[in-house]
């Protein structure tokens, strides 16, 4: 008797013991399964390869040159993973980027630039809207819908800029970009703004979880009393802004606007949420992993630039390193899922 109440002691120890253990490991394994957890592992092994290959890849000067480098795709990504975590796709925010660019230029030259930004941005918007209103009300395949604005977008910019670059913007425009706050650029520090207010709106407001919900299952959410109609139209209206804010970033730094601008850049939007862990699908993915794909499609570039890559060569690199992370990735989660 007296030997089993002195064991029983003994015995709650150890299972408490093993019970915080279990607990350290079940904590360690959630972590090591975040997505957001591996982005960032992955960003960071690619930094030390870089860094290895290049002197230079690890400068203060190069690390601000990739910040710099990541605004513009950056800012457009964002509208991007809005309209993925819904199951829809945007392949028109290129097209809205160069088309907005050269309404920009053109409102510059005849009013301030307090009134020509949101002018240029309401534009973006209300292609958005155009679009999101064809694929929500209309029920049309967003594939479609988007690349014909497209079509649309591109054919504007040059009659609209007469097939020529326009040039002459005020100097004043290059504050946006080349102010600074204690060391910061402006345009890199509203880019970490956008992308901070961007998390708080997916993750705890009731539009971001619709949004998230309308991904998952249309159906079921609407079922459950959810405004499907206008949370699957505000992505697009979010990604029509955002490329118009990214062109003015744009604009602020070459000080002309290009009818051929933003060529391909919803292939770089899309690839930066993709492998930032979205799915194609909708539903699964976030602000987070968007960020962190995008520093990568950035770093990746940036890295073969700094070890003289032809740039030809450049797509094939990027494309593979892409397919590799998502097969990765891919290969994770299955195994996860069947542990």
Not at 38 to 56: C, D, Y
Not at 264 to 288: C, H, K, N, P, T
């Amino acid at each position: 008797m007296t030997d089993t109440v002195q064991g029983a002691p003994e015995d709650r120890d150890a299972a408490a013991t093993d019970q915080r253990a279990s607990g350290s490991i079940g904590l360690v394994g959630r972590i090591l399964r975040s997505l957001e957890i591996r982005m960032l592992g992955l960003a960071l092994l690619l930094a030390v390869i870089l860094s290895l290959l290049s002197p230079f890849f690890l400068t203060e000067r190069n690390i601000f040159n990739i910040l710099d480098q990541s605004v513009v795709i950056g800012i457009v990504a964002v509208g991007m993973t809005f309209v993925i975590l819904t199951g829809g796709i945007d392949l028109s925010v290129g097209a809205v980027f160069g088309l907005t660019g050269i309404i920009l230029a053109q409102a510059l030259q005849v009013m301030p630039i307090p009134l020509a930004i949101p002018a240029a941005v309401a534009t973006g918007a209300g292609i958005g809207l155009f679009s999101g209103l064809l694929i929500a009300v209309f029920g049309l395949a967003p594939f479609v819908v988007t690349l014909g604005v497209m079509a649309i977008g591109r054919s504007l910019s040059f009659i609209l800029s007469g097939q020529r670059s326009i040039s002459g913007l005020p100097p004043e425009l290059d504050a946006i970009v080349y102010s600074t706050f204690l060391g910061i650029p402006a345009n890199v520090l509203f880019l970490l703004g956008l992308y901070l207010l961007a998390w708080v709106y997916l993750t705890y407001t009731k539009g971001g979880r619709t949004i998230y919900a309308i991904g998952s299952n249309k159906e079921a959410a609407r079922a459950a009393g959810l405004s499907t109609m206008f949370y699957s139209i505000l992505p697009y209206v979010v990604a029509g802004a955002l490329s118009a804010v990214a062109v003015t970033f744009s604009l602020a730094q070459i000080m002309s606007a290009d009818p051929l601008a933003g060529n391909q850049m919803e292939l770089d939007a899309i690839a930066a949420v993709v492998i930032g862990g979205a799915s194609l699908y909708g539903g699964r993915g976030s602000i987070i992993g968007t960020l962190l794909g995008v520093l990568i499609m950035v770093m990746i570039r940036n890295g073969l630039n700094l070890m003289g890559v032809s740039p030809f060569w450049q797509g094939t690199a990027i494309g593979s390193i892409i397919i590799i992370a998502l097969l990765a990735e891919r290969l994770i989660n299955w195994r996860s899922n069947r542990n």
